[in-house]
Protein backbone atom coordinates (compact mmCIF):
# COMPACT_ATOMS: atom_id res chain seq x y z
CA UNK A 1 0.00 0.00 0.00
CA UNK A 2 3.32 2.57 0.52
CA UNK A 3 4.33 1.98 -2.83
CA UNK A 4 0.75 3.11 -4.21
CA UNK A 5 0.38 6.55 -1.99
CA UNK A 6 4.20 6.92 -3.06
CA UNK A 7 3.03 6.63 -7.02
CA UNK A 8 -0.11 8.80 -6.11
CA UNK A 9 2.80 11.60 -4.59
CA UNK A 10 4.65 11.30 -7.71
CA UNK A 11 1.28 11.50 -9.95
CA UNK A 12 0.73 14.68 -8.03
CA UNK A 13 4.35 15.88 -8.92
CA UNK A 14 3.22 15.73 -12.95
CA UNK A 15 0.00 16.84 -12.00
CA UNK A 16 1.77 20.44 -10.34
CA UNK A 17 4.59 19.68 -13.25
CA UNK A 18 1.92 19.71 -16.20
CA UNK A 19 -0.57 22.68 -14.22
CA UNK A 20 2.45 24.79 -13.76
CA UNK A 21 4.01 25.03 -17.68
CA UNK A 22 0.52 25.05 -19.09
CA UNK A 23 0.01 28.23 -16.96
CA UNK A 24 2.90 29.94 -18.66
CA UNK A 25 2.15 28.64 -21.87
CA UNK A 26 -1.41 30.16 -21.33
CA UNK A 27 0.09 33.52 -19.87
CA UNK A 28 2.62 34.05 -22.86
CA UNK A 29 -0.57 32.96 -25.52
CA UNK A 30 -2.69 35.17 -23.14
CA UNK A 31 -0.23 38.44 -23.61
CA UNK A 32 0.09 37.27 -27.38
CA UNK A 33 -3.60 37.25 -28.06
CA UNK A 34 -4.43 40.71 -25.88
CA UNK A 35 -1.90 42.59 -27.77
CA UNK A 36 -3.24 41.31 -31.25
CA UNK A 37 -6.86 42.03 -29.88
CA UNK A 38 -5.61 45.35 -28.72
CA UNK A 39 -4.13 45.72 -31.40
CA UNK A 40 -4.71 48.51 -34.17
CA UNK A 41 -4.86 45.95 -37.05
CA UNK A 42 -8.17 44.32 -38.27
CA UNK A 43 -6.39 41.28 -39.19
CA UNK A 44 -4.96 40.80 -35.86
CA UNK A 45 -7.69 41.58 -34.21
CA UNK A 46 -10.00 39.14 -36.24
CA UNK A 47 -7.55 36.30 -35.24
CA UNK A 48 -7.63 37.03 -31.85
CA UNK A 49 -11.64 37.31 -31.63
CA UNK A 50 -11.54 34.25 -33.37
CA UNK A 51 -9.24 32.43 -31.30
CA UNK A 52 -10.97 33.49 -27.82
CA UNK A 53 -14.16 33.15 -28.88
CA UNK A 54 -13.85 29.33 -30.68
CA UNK A 55 -11.68 28.11 -28.49
CA UNK A 56 -13.90 29.41 -25.25
CA UNK A 57 -17.20 27.89 -26.73
CA UNK A 58 -15.91 24.18 -27.37
CA UNK A 59 -15.60 21.90 -23.74
CA UNK A 60 -12.08 21.61 -23.43
CA UNK A 61 -12.10 17.85 -23.17
CA UNK A 62 -13.16 17.75 -26.82
CA UNK A 63 -10.12 20.05 -27.83
CA UNK A 64 -8.15 18.11 -26.18
CA UNK A 65 -9.22 14.70 -28.09
CA UNK A 66 -9.67 16.85 -31.36
CA UNK A 67 -5.92 17.86 -31.39
CA UNK A 68 -4.43 14.91 -29.57
CA UNK A 69 -6.07 12.26 -31.68
CA UNK A 70 -5.40 14.60 -35.17
CA UNK A 71 -1.31 15.19 -34.21
CA UNK A 72 -0.93 11.56 -34.40
CA UNK A 73 -2.85 11.45 -37.35
CA UNK A 74 -0.64 13.88 -39.00
CA UNK A 75 2.14 12.96 -37.51
CA UNK A 76 1.67 9.33 -38.92
CA UNK A 77 0.68 10.09 -41.74
CA UNK A 78 4.08 12.06 -41.97
CA UNK A 79 5.93 9.12 -41.23
CA UNK A 80 3.96 6.78 -43.18
CA UNK A 81 5.21 8.47 -46.14
CA UNK A 82 8.98 9.02 -45.49
CA UNK A 83 8.58 4.88 -44.72
CA UNK A 84 9.80 6.04 -41.00
CA UNK A 85 8.38 3.71 -37.97
CA UNK A 86 5.54 4.92 -36.17
CA UNK A 87 6.32 7.94 -33.62
CA UNK A 88 4.35 8.67 -30.63
CA UNK A 89 3.88 11.34 -29.07
CA UNK A 90 5.03 12.08 -25.77
CA UNK A 91 1.66 12.61 -23.64
CA UNK A 92 3.44 14.83 -21.55
CA UNK A 93 4.35 17.13 -24.30
CA UNK A 94 0.71 16.66 -25.33
CA UNK A 95 -0.72 17.90 -22.06
CA UNK A 96 0.62 21.12 -21.63
CA UNK A 97 0.87 22.30 -25.51
CA UNK A 98 -2.93 21.48 -25.45
CA UNK A 99 -4.10 22.72 -21.81
CA UNK A 100 -1.73 26.16 -22.95
CA UNK A 101 -3.19 26.11 -25.87
CA UNK A 102 -6.82 26.03 -24.37
CA UNK A 103 -6.58 28.44 -21.38
CA UNK A 104 -4.30 30.97 -24.30
CA UNK A 105 -7.65 31.90 -24.99
CA UNK A 106 -9.12 32.21 -21.60
CA UNK A 107 -5.58 34.65 -20.25
CA UNK A 108 -5.98 36.70 -23.09
CA UNK A 109 -9.52 37.90 -22.11
CA UNK A 110 -8.28 38.08 -18.77
CA UNK A 111 -5.00 40.35 -19.72
CA UNK A 112 -7.24 42.12 -22.19
CA UNK A 113 -9.81 43.31 -19.42
CA UNK A 114 -6.62 44.20 -16.96
CA UNK A 115 -4.70 46.28 -19.96
CA UNK A 116 -7.77 48.35 -20.67
CA UNK A 117 -8.34 49.35 -16.66
CA UNK A 118 -4.82 50.76 -16.87
CA UNK A 119 -5.82 54.39 -17.21
CA UNK A 120 -4.39 55.70 -20.48
CA UNK A 121 -2.66 58.69 -19.32
CA UNK A 122 -0.15 56.34 -17.56
CA UNK A 123 1.36 55.25 -20.98
CA UNK A 124 0.79 59.08 -21.96
CA UNK A 125 2.75 60.20 -19.27
CA UNK A 126 5.18 57.35 -19.91
CA UNK A 127 6.02 58.42 -23.54
CA UNK A 128 6.37 62.15 -22.48
CA UNK A 129 9.32 61.02 -20.50
CA UNK A 130 11.04 59.43 -23.50
CA UNK A 131 10.21 55.73 -22.08
CA UNK A 132 10.38 52.73 -25.53
CA UNK A 133 7.74 51.16 -25.96
CA UNK A 134 9.24 47.92 -24.22
CA UNK A 135 10.64 50.27 -21.24
CA UNK A 136 6.53 51.49 -20.88
CA UNK A 137 5.39 47.99 -21.22
CA UNK A 138 7.61 46.05 -18.26
CA UNK A 139 7.47 49.32 -16.47
CA UNK A 140 4.52 50.71 -16.48
CA UNK A 141 1.89 48.82 -17.78
CA UNK A 142 2.27 45.06 -16.86
CA UNK A 143 2.54 46.01 -13.09
CA UNK A 144 -0.11 47.74 -12.90
CA UNK A 145 -1.80 45.21 -15.21
CA UNK A 146 -0.85 42.36 -13.20
CA UNK A 147 -3.31 44.33 -10.51
CA UNK A 148 -6.55 43.88 -12.08
CA UNK A 149 -5.68 40.11 -13.68
CA UNK A 150 -5.10 38.87 -10.70
CA UNK A 151 -8.11 37.43 -9.50
CA UNK A 152 -8.41 36.50 -13.17
CA UNK A 153 -5.45 34.25 -13.50
CA UNK A 154 -6.11 33.14 -10.06
CA UNK A 155 -9.83 31.85 -11.45
CA UNK A 156 -7.91 30.26 -14.42
CA UNK A 157 -5.32 28.64 -12.53
CA UNK A 158 -7.14 26.69 -10.54
CA UNK A 159 -9.60 25.82 -13.48
CA UNK A 160 -6.26 24.70 -14.92
CA UNK A 161 -5.33 22.51 -11.79
CA UNK A 162 -8.74 20.78 -11.96
CA UNK A 163 -8.53 20.33 -15.82
CA UNK A 164 -4.55 18.18 -15.17
CA UNK A 165 -7.29 15.30 -13.93
CA UNK A 166 -8.34 15.07 -18.04
CA UNK A 167 -5.19 15.10 -18.87
CA UNK A 168 -4.90 10.71 -17.54
CA UNK A 169 -7.19 10.23 -20.29
CA UNK A 170 -4.76 10.66 -22.91
CA UNK A 171 -2.39 8.40 -20.85
CA UNK A 172 -0.68 10.94 -19.02
CA UNK A 173 1.12 8.91 -15.29
CA UNK A 174 -0.58 12.28 -12.85
CA UNK A 175 -2.44 11.56 -10.11
CA UNK A 176 -5.95 9.51 -11.07
CA UNK A 177 -3.96 7.34 -13.55
CA UNK A 178 -1.88 6.62 -10.28
CA UNK A 179 -4.71 6.06 -8.36
CA UNK A 180 -6.60 3.88 -11.00
CA UNK A 181 -2.81 1.52 -11.19
CA UNK A 182 -3.45 1.05 -7.45
CA UNK A 183 -7.01 0.08 -7.73
CA UNK A 184 -6.27 -2.36 -9.87
CA UNK A 185 -3.50 -3.59 -8.18
CA UNK A 186 -5.84 -3.90 -4.61
CA UNK A 187 -8.33 -5.94 -3.15
CA UNK A 188 -10.01 -4.60 0.04
CA UNK A 189 -12.24 -5.88 2.05
CA UNK A 190 -16.04 -4.49 1.37
CA UNK A 191 -14.65 -3.14 -2.27
CA UNK A 192 -12.95 -0.25 -0.48
CA UNK A 193 -10.30 0.09 -2.50
CA UNK A 194 -11.38 2.28 -5.12
CA UNK A 195 -13.04 4.22 -2.77
CA UNK A 196 -9.80 4.74 -1.01
CA UNK A 197 -7.24 5.59 -3.36
CA UNK A 198 -9.80 8.22 -5.41
CA UNK A 199 -10.59 10.00 -1.75
CA UNK A 200 -6.39 9.91 -1.74
CA UNK A 201 -6.21 11.56 -5.19
CA UNK A 202 -9.58 13.97 -4.29
CA UNK A 203 -7.65 15.27 -1.20
CA UNK A 204 -4.19 15.95 -2.78
CA UNK A 205 -6.12 18.22 -4.89
CA UNK A 206 -8.02 19.86 -2.23
CA UNK A 207 -4.44 20.55 -0.88
CA UNK A 208 -3.19 21.83 -3.72
CA UNK A 209 -6.14 24.17 -4.39
CA UNK A 210 -6.42 25.57 -1.16
CA UNK A 211 -2.63 26.57 -0.97
CA UNK A 212 -2.91 28.03 -4.41
CA UNK A 213 -5.81 30.47 -3.02
CA UNK A 214 -3.52 31.41 0.08
CA UNK A 215 -0.45 32.39 -2.69
CA UNK A 216 -3.00 34.11 -4.68
CA UNK A 217 -4.26 36.14 -1.97
CA UNK A 218 -0.41 36.42 -0.86
CA UNK A 219 0.22 37.66 -4.61
CA UNK A 220 -2.90 39.77 -4.94
CA UNK A 221 -1.91 41.76 -1.31
CA UNK A 222 1.33 42.80 -3.09
CA UNK A 223 0.14 43.87 -6.20
CA UNK A 224 -2.29 46.28 -4.51
CA UNK A 225 0.76 47.94 -2.57
CA UNK A 226 0.25 51.33 -2.69
CA UNK A 227 -3.58 51.24 -3.16
CA UNK A 228 -5.95 51.80 -0.85
CA UNK A 229 -8.22 48.56 0.17
CA UNK A 230 -12.12 48.26 -0.91
CA UNK A 231 -13.94 49.02 1.99
CA UNK A 232 -15.65 45.95 3.22
CA UNK B 1 -14.70 7.83 -46.08
CA UNK B 2 -15.93 10.90 -44.17
CA UNK B 3 -19.26 10.90 -46.18
CA UNK B 4 -19.43 7.14 -44.54
CA UNK B 5 -18.42 8.27 -41.28
CA UNK B 6 -21.60 11.29 -41.36
CA UNK B 7 -23.89 8.91 -43.11
CA UNK B 8 -24.07 6.26 -40.95
CA UNK B 9 -23.36 8.58 -37.41
CA UNK B 10 -25.13 11.91 -38.37
CA UNK B 11 -28.11 10.59 -36.24
CA UNK B 12 -26.82 9.24 -32.92
CA UNK B 13 -24.94 12.70 -32.89
CA UNK B 14 -27.77 14.46 -32.76
CA UNK B 15 -30.70 12.54 -31.25
CA UNK B 16 -29.51 8.46 -31.26
CA UNK B 17 -33.49 6.56 -32.05
CA UNK B 18 -36.20 6.28 -29.30
CA UNK B 19 -35.01 3.75 -27.14
CA UNK B 20 -31.75 5.10 -27.09
CA UNK B 21 -31.08 8.72 -26.76
CA UNK B 22 -27.50 10.06 -28.02
CA UNK B 23 -26.15 12.81 -29.23
CA UNK B 24 -26.91 16.33 -28.72
CA UNK B 25 -30.55 15.28 -27.12
CA UNK B 26 -28.16 13.63 -24.64
CA UNK B 27 -25.96 16.14 -23.66
CA UNK B 28 -29.38 18.80 -23.78
CA UNK B 29 -30.48 16.31 -20.90
CA UNK B 30 -27.50 16.19 -18.95
CA UNK B 31 -26.84 19.99 -18.98
CA UNK B 32 -30.78 20.88 -18.47
CA UNK B 33 -31.34 18.48 -15.77
CA UNK B 34 -28.09 19.24 -13.28
CA UNK B 35 -28.96 22.81 -14.11
CA UNK B 36 -32.30 23.03 -12.69
CA UNK B 37 -31.81 20.20 -9.86
CA UNK B 38 -28.36 22.11 -8.90
CA UNK B 39 -30.14 25.38 -9.11
CA UNK B 40 -33.29 24.03 -6.76
CA UNK B 41 -30.78 23.00 -4.44
CA UNK B 42 -28.32 25.91 -4.27
CA UNK B 43 -31.40 28.21 -3.35
CA UNK B 44 -32.15 26.95 -0.18
CA UNK B 45 -28.33 26.51 0.71
CA UNK B 46 -27.24 29.46 -0.35
CA UNK B 47 -29.78 31.51 1.85
CA UNK B 48 -29.03 29.54 4.65
CA UNK B 49 -24.98 30.03 4.10
CA UNK B 50 -26.19 33.78 4.25
CA UNK B 51 -28.24 34.26 6.79
CA UNK B 52 -28.57 31.04 8.52
CA UNK B 53 -27.48 29.91 12.02
CA UNK B 54 -23.20 29.50 12.68
CA UNK B 55 -24.28 24.88 12.62
CA UNK B 56 -25.63 25.23 9.42
CA UNK B 57 -23.46 27.54 7.54
CA UNK B 58 -20.27 26.11 8.49
CA UNK B 59 -21.19 22.69 6.64
CA UNK B 60 -22.43 24.59 4.01
CA UNK B 61 -18.98 25.98 3.41
CA UNK B 62 -17.39 23.26 3.98
CA UNK B 63 -19.58 21.45 0.91
CA UNK B 64 -18.80 24.10 -1.45
CA UNK B 65 -15.07 24.03 -0.44
CA UNK B 66 -14.49 20.46 -1.13
CA UNK B 67 -16.90 20.54 -4.66
CA UNK B 68 -15.35 23.28 -5.48
CA UNK B 69 -11.98 22.08 -4.48
CA UNK B 70 -11.76 19.40 -6.75
CA UNK B 71 -12.08 18.13 -9.86
CA UNK B 72 -15.25 16.51 -11.29
CA UNK B 73 -13.62 14.32 -12.95
CA UNK B 74 -12.39 12.49 -9.25
CA UNK B 75 -16.08 13.44 -8.31
CA UNK B 76 -17.47 11.34 -11.24
CA UNK B 77 -15.36 8.65 -10.79
CA UNK B 78 -16.03 8.30 -6.86
CA UNK B 79 -19.98 8.50 -7.56
CA UNK B 80 -19.79 6.04 -10.55
CA UNK B 81 -16.77 3.51 -9.85
CA UNK B 82 -15.93 3.78 -5.76
CA UNK B 83 -19.49 4.02 -4.50
CA UNK B 84 -20.46 1.04 -6.28
CA UNK B 85 -17.77 -1.04 -6.03
CA UNK B 86 -18.51 -0.86 -2.02
CA UNK B 87 -20.03 -4.19 -1.38
CA UNK B 88 -22.67 -2.92 0.98
CA UNK B 89 -24.09 -0.70 -1.77
CA UNK B 90 -24.23 -3.31 -4.26
CA UNK B 91 -25.86 -5.37 -2.14
CA UNK B 92 -28.70 -2.74 -0.66
CA UNK B 93 -31.53 -2.91 -3.11
CA UNK B 94 -32.38 0.16 -4.92
CA UNK B 95 -29.28 1.86 -3.81
CA UNK B 96 -27.09 -0.78 -5.85
CA UNK B 97 -29.43 -0.46 -9.03
CA UNK B 98 -29.43 3.40 -8.85
CA UNK B 99 -25.73 3.51 -8.73
CA UNK B 100 -25.55 0.63 -11.34
CA UNK B 101 -27.12 3.16 -13.96
CA UNK B 102 -24.38 5.48 -15.24
CA UNK B 103 -26.72 7.84 -16.58
CA UNK B 104 -27.82 8.12 -12.98
CA UNK B 105 -24.37 8.60 -11.31
CA UNK B 106 -23.70 11.11 -13.79
CA UNK B 107 -26.48 13.51 -13.23
CA UNK B 108 -26.11 12.74 -9.58
CA UNK B 109 -22.46 14.32 -9.90
CA UNK B 110 -23.18 17.19 -12.37
CA UNK B 111 -25.85 18.22 -9.89
CA UNK B 112 -23.87 18.16 -7.00
CA UNK B 113 -21.05 19.83 -8.59
CA UNK B 114 -23.28 22.61 -10.40
CA UNK B 115 -24.92 22.90 -6.71
CA UNK B 116 -21.72 23.57 -5.06
CA UNK B 117 -20.60 26.49 -7.42
CA UNK B 118 -24.13 27.93 -8.01
CA UNK B 119 -24.55 28.43 -3.74
CA UNK B 120 -21.32 30.18 -3.84
CA UNK B 121 -22.32 32.68 -6.55
CA UNK B 122 -26.12 33.36 -4.67
CA UNK B 123 -24.36 33.59 -1.60
CA UNK B 124 -22.27 36.33 -2.87
CA UNK B 125 -25.50 38.04 -4.53
CA UNK B 126 -27.69 37.57 -1.05
CA UNK B 127 -24.71 39.51 0.87
CA UNK B 128 -24.48 42.24 -1.60
CA UNK B 129 -27.90 42.97 -1.20
CA UNK B 130 -28.15 46.65 -0.16
CA UNK B 131 -29.15 47.58 2.96
CA UNK B 132 -31.38 49.87 2.34
CA UNK B 133 -33.89 46.96 0.76
CA UNK B 134 -33.88 45.21 3.61
CA UNK B 135 -34.70 48.32 6.34
CA UNK B 136 -37.25 49.29 3.64
CA UNK B 137 -38.96 45.94 3.71
CA UNK B 138 -38.78 45.86 7.43
CA UNK B 139 -39.91 49.08 7.59
CA UNK B 140 -43.17 47.78 5.82
CA UNK B 141 -43.74 45.09 7.75
CA UNK B 142 -42.21 42.22 6.02
CA UNK B 143 -40.23 39.43 7.93
CA UNK B 144 -38.63 36.09 7.97
CA UNK B 145 -39.85 34.18 4.60
CA UNK B 146 -42.05 36.53 3.16
CA UNK B 147 -38.67 39.25 3.03
CA UNK B 148 -36.60 36.83 1.29
CA UNK B 149 -39.07 35.58 -1.44
CA UNK B 150 -40.62 39.21 -1.82
CA UNK B 151 -37.53 41.47 -1.72
CA UNK B 152 -34.08 39.47 -1.05
CA UNK B 153 -33.97 36.70 -3.41
CA UNK B 154 -35.75 38.34 -6.43
CA UNK B 155 -33.05 41.57 -6.75
CA UNK B 156 -30.36 38.66 -5.68
CA UNK B 157 -31.26 36.32 -8.76
CA UNK B 158 -31.22 39.41 -10.64
CA UNK B 159 -27.56 39.86 -9.58
CA UNK B 160 -26.28 36.78 -9.84
CA UNK B 161 -28.38 36.50 -13.69
CA UNK B 162 -24.38 36.84 -15.15
CA UNK B 163 -22.85 34.32 -13.12
CA UNK B 164 -25.33 31.92 -13.14
CA UNK B 165 -25.17 31.56 -17.12
CA UNK B 166 -21.24 31.56 -16.81
CA UNK B 167 -21.88 28.49 -14.25
CA UNK B 168 -24.73 26.50 -17.47
CA UNK B 169 -21.85 27.17 -19.90
CA UNK B 170 -19.55 25.39 -17.95
CA UNK B 171 -21.55 23.05 -16.96
CA UNK B 172 -22.44 22.23 -20.67
CA UNK B 173 -18.95 22.04 -21.06
CA UNK B 174 -18.55 19.42 -18.31
CA UNK B 175 -21.47 17.12 -19.48
CA UNK B 176 -18.01 16.08 -22.05
CA UNK B 177 -16.90 13.96 -19.19
CA UNK B 178 -20.00 11.68 -19.68
CA UNK B 179 -18.24 9.98 -22.32
CA UNK B 180 -15.95 8.57 -19.76
CA UNK B 181 -18.50 6.74 -18.04
CA UNK B 182 -20.37 5.11 -21.19
CA UNK B 183 -22.95 7.90 -21.08
CA UNK B 184 -23.58 8.27 -24.87
CA UNK B 185 -23.36 12.13 -25.18
CA UNK B 186 -21.93 13.88 -27.93
CA UNK B 187 -18.14 13.34 -27.33
CA UNK B 188 -19.58 9.70 -26.62
CA UNK B 189 -20.74 8.89 -29.99
CA UNK B 190 -17.71 11.17 -31.30
CA UNK B 191 -14.90 8.56 -29.49
CA UNK B 192 -17.08 5.96 -31.38
CA UNK B 193 -16.96 7.10 -34.77
CA UNK B 194 -13.37 7.73 -34.15
CA UNK B 195 -12.58 3.94 -33.01
CA UNK B 196 -14.33 2.37 -36.36
CA UNK B 197 -13.35 4.74 -39.00
CA UNK B 198 -10.18 6.25 -37.26
CA UNK B 199 -10.50 9.79 -38.40
CA UNK B 200 -10.20 12.51 -35.93
CA UNK B 201 -10.79 15.35 -37.64
CA UNK B 202 -14.71 14.29 -38.87
CA UNK B 203 -15.68 12.32 -35.83
CA UNK B 204 -14.29 15.25 -33.09
CA UNK B 205 -14.69 18.56 -35.24
CA UNK B 206 -18.53 17.82 -35.21
CA UNK B 207 -18.60 17.08 -32.03
CA UNK B 208 -16.92 20.61 -31.26
CA UNK B 209 -19.28 22.37 -34.00
CA UNK B 210 -22.06 20.97 -32.07
CA UNK B 211 -20.79 21.84 -28.68
CA UNK B 212 -19.58 25.89 -30.14
CA UNK B 213 -23.35 26.09 -31.32
CA UNK B 214 -25.03 25.02 -28.11
CA UNK B 215 -22.77 27.14 -26.16
CA UNK B 216 -23.43 30.19 -28.51
CA UNK B 217 -26.94 29.54 -28.76
CA UNK B 218 -26.84 29.43 -24.67
CA UNK B 219 -25.17 32.71 -24.71
CA UNK B 220 -27.23 34.37 -26.95
CA UNK B 221 -30.19 33.46 -24.58
CA UNK B 222 -28.88 34.25 -21.43
CA UNK B 223 -27.90 37.65 -23.13
CA UNK B 224 -31.62 38.31 -23.83
CA UNK B 225 -33.05 37.22 -20.59
CA UNK B 226 -30.42 39.83 -19.17
CA UNK B 227 -31.60 42.41 -21.29
CA UNK B 228 -35.11 41.51 -20.03
CA UNK B 229 -34.43 41.51 -16.52
CA UNK B 230 -31.14 43.60 -16.00
CA UNK B 231 -32.52 46.60 -17.79
CA UNK B 232 -33.11 48.71 -14.18
CA UNK B 233 -29.52 48.06 -14.29
CA UNK B 234 -26.80 50.99 -15.31
CA UNK B 235 -24.72 50.04 -18.02
CA UNK B 236 -21.07 49.18 -18.14
Known amino acids: MTGYLQQLLVGIGVTIEVATISLLIAFVLGLIGAAAKLSSNRWFVLAGSAYTTLIRAVPDLVLMLLMYYNAQYLLNAITDWLQQPQIDIDP ?7 LGFIYGAYFTETIRGAVKAVPRGQLEAAAAFGLTRWQAFSRILFPQMMRFALPGISNNWQVILKATALVSIINLHEVIYAAQAAIKGSSWPGGAQMFFYLSIAALLYLVLTTLSNFMFGYLEKRYAAGFERMAR | MTIDLIKQYWQSYLWGSPNHISGLAMTLWLTVTSCVMGFALALPLSVARAAGPSWIRWPIWL ?6 GTPLYIQLLIIYSAIYGLDFVRNTPGVGSFFKDALNCTILAFTINTCAYITELLTGAVKATPRGEVEAARSLGLSGISLYLRIVLPSALRRALPAYSNEVILT ?3 TTLASTVTVSDILKVARDAYAEY ?9 AAILYACLSLTFISLFRKAEQKWLRHLPTT
Do not use: D, K, N, Q
Not at chain 2, 63 to 68: A, C, K, S
Not at chain 2, 198 to 206: N, Q
Open chain 2, 198 to 206: YLPLPAFGI
Open chain 2, 172 to 174: LHA
Open chain 1, 92 to 98: FLAGISV
Open chain 2, 63 to 68: FTFVFR
